[in-house]
């Protein structure tokens, strides 16, 4: 269980179109895989101000 809330609303719903969320990490549909990403798709993300990758969780900005 999460200690702080996230205010991504992707953990409110039942169908998330991602993994993970991109502010705080957490699973938020386990139904879909774990995807290898790479370094180019982790910079776009960063770009798009993401602190976790939604694909594979890694966390992207330190």
Do not use: F, T, W
Not at 25 to 32: D, K, R, S, Y
Not at 33 to 56: F, G, I, P, Q, T
Request: glycine share 4%; proline share 5%; charged share 25%.
């Amino acid at each position: 269980m999460r200690r702080n809330l996230c205010p991504n609303m992707n953990h409110r719903r039942s169908d998330a179109p991602v993994r993970y969320c991109p502010n705080c990490g957490e699973a938020v549909n386990a139904n879909i895989l774990v995807k290898k990403c790479s370094d180019k798709e982790h910079a776009n993300s960063r770009m798009d101000m993401y602190k976790y990758c939604v694909h594979c969780g890694l966390q992207l900005v330190m």
